[in-house]
């Protein structure tokens, strides 16, 4: 089992940046593929970003691509997410996901488990 809160959230405005965070608990963490999703209001959940267990793969949606950075640190079971050059239509709940499988998953069902949320809303 691992649970995962979220923190860093916020109002910004457009050209801004944020550091997203997910502590994790638990000792397998250093085991799980991570990744960061995000849900618009009336819109499905879209993956934004994932990590290997390793740290040593990252994958990204195309729209953040060169925006956005994932990183953890197995040590302090954490992983994060800076944003930078934020835009209006980044608005969203980001949530942040563990999987079990090893490949570069991209699909909420590939995940297990989910924290909360945190809300990024960046003002144009």
């Known amino acids: 089992q691992v649970q995962l809160v979220e923190s860093g959230g916020g109002l910004v405005q457009a050209g801004g940046s944020l550091r997203l965070s997910c502590a994790a608990s638990?000792?397998?963490?250093?085991?799980?593929?991570m990744g960061w999703f995000r849900q618009a209001p009336g819109k499905e959940r879209e993956f934004v970003a994932g990590?290997?267990?390793?740290?040593?793969?990252?994958y990204y949606v195309d729209s953040v691509k060169g925006r956005f950075t994932i990183s953890r640190d197995n040590a302090k079971n954490t992983v994060h997410l800076q944003m930078n050059s934020l835009k209006p239509e980044d608005t969203a709940v980001y949530y942040c996901a563990a999987a079990t499988r090893s490949s570069d998953s991209i699909y909420p069902y590939e995940y297990d488990y989910w924290g909360q949320g945190t809300q990024v809303t960046v003002s144009s």
């Open positions: 638990g000792r397998t963490f250093s085991t799980y593929t």
């Open positions: 990590i290997s267990w390793s740290g040593g793969r990252t």
